[in-house]
């Protein structure tokens, strides 16, 4: 069953699966538990921030320990016990700063697991291999996720959230124990840090987008000092450099305004008067969609150009953002889940799940083999970076002009990142 049989060399990976079933709807229930525990829209905005802002720092952190004490499976087990445990002092903590500074921790902890288990995709297998078990390893990661999704849709709409979030520690515990039981450490290791991979590696993002989970270079201080220098475009020497920088600003505008809607969105619909089981769906719908999106990319874009497939998903993409923020307005009663939950399966299933691989073939097929190493950890910061700043402005913003202003502001980001896109050149 899903490639994990006796004789099967992925089903040391077991664990991923109710690892993702627990952090997988985690997103979607701090911000309502935050909510229901009487506190803000701008707590809600601390916590995502927080939680990734500590996520790079917390790869960074993992990835030296992971080369040093060079013990993977001690690690994996380890961030998940750490999660269970932290978890499940939710279920204690009653005010927001606690349930923010926990949620960061489970950011932190969770990084522990990511780095180990990236390295161990590698050095179990031959690199032919590699492409296929990072798609395994994507699938696993989707489908736990599904299942946490729709587990939470299930719980929360009899139990509630406190009774929700005992019931995540179950599988999160799982995971510890089939790592435990079925992870043995490879006859050889490589650094976490990794520069440069073969032409080949890149292959990979075709079956099933699994270039994002591997650690191919940690972004580092310097990373994070090129991207004020984005637009210094009169430094820029030669094409293929131009295109860099000007994919890093299509980047930083994308993961800008996606967190600008993605902090505040179940906080929205919980006061836009859907239940907590309703607003789960709507995201269980959404991750589903773009699961079956991204295993028949492939075949949905085969022989198309990847620059006109990004703009019109951009454009789906803002017509669902900008949608979103007028359903807010207008929009009441049960045509409300009805409007929300076709608009964000839209956006975030479809759009994100066509321009997430399409956007990457672009970026990859491009950078030299040079300077792989340093594009990729600046391109790792500039996605932390917009992300980080966009879930704080998506707290400013809504509490000081409203939820819709905020979704129509994301929609708008993407109109401009479609006009940039049109300036992007061609190799």
Known sequence: MLGLGKNNSNKWMAGILPAYITTGPLATLIPLYLISIGGSVLDVSYAITLASAITIPAVIFWGYIADYYNRRKTLIVMSYLATTLLLASLFFIKNPIGIITIYTAIAFASAASAVPMNLLVIEKARESKWANNFAFLQMLMNLGTSIGLAVAWLWAGVFGLRMLILVLTIPSLL?????????????????????????????????????????????????????????????????????????????????????????????????????????????????????????????????????????????????????????????????????????????????????????????????????????????????????????????????????????????????????????????
């Open 175 to 427: 995971s510890a124990i089939i790592a435990q039981k079925l992870i043995k450490e490879p006859p050889f290791r490589i650094r976490a840090a990794i520069s440069s991979v073969s032409n080949k590696f890149f292959s990979l993002v075709y079956d099933l987008v699994a270039l994002p989970n591997f650690i191919m270079s940690i972004p580092s201080k310097e990373h994070f000092k090129s991207i004020s220098r984005l637009f210094s475009f009169k430094k820029i020497i030669g094409p293929e450099r131009r295109f860099v920088k000007i994919f890093y600003v299509i980047s930083f505008l994308f993961f800008f305004g996606t967190a600008l809607v993605n902090t505040e969105y179940p906080v929205a619909l919980k006061l836009g008067g859907l239940s907590e089981a309703s607003i789960f769906f709507i995201y269980l719908a959404s991750i589903s969609i773009q699961g079956v999106i991204f295993y028949y990319y492939g075949k949905l874009t085969e022989n198309s150009d990847k620059r006109t497939i990004s703009r019109g998903v951009l454009l789906l993409r803002a017509t669902s953002y900008v949608f979103m923020g007028l359903s807010l307005l207008f929009v009441k009663g049960p045509f409300f889940f009805i409007d929300n939950l076709l608009l964000y399966v839209i956006g975030a299933g479809i759009a994100y799940g066509i321009y997430y691989p399409t956007t990457y073939l672009i970026f990859f097929g491009t950078i030299r083999k040079s300077n792989k190493g340093a594009t990729l950890g600046t391109y790792s910061a500039v996605v932390g970076a917009g992300t980080l700043f966009g879930a704080l402005a998506s707290g400013i913003i809504s509490v000081s002009y409203g939820f819709s202003a905020a979704f129509m502001s994301a929609g708008a980001l993407m109109l401009v990142c479609i006009y940039v896109f049109a300036i992007l050149p061609r190799k």
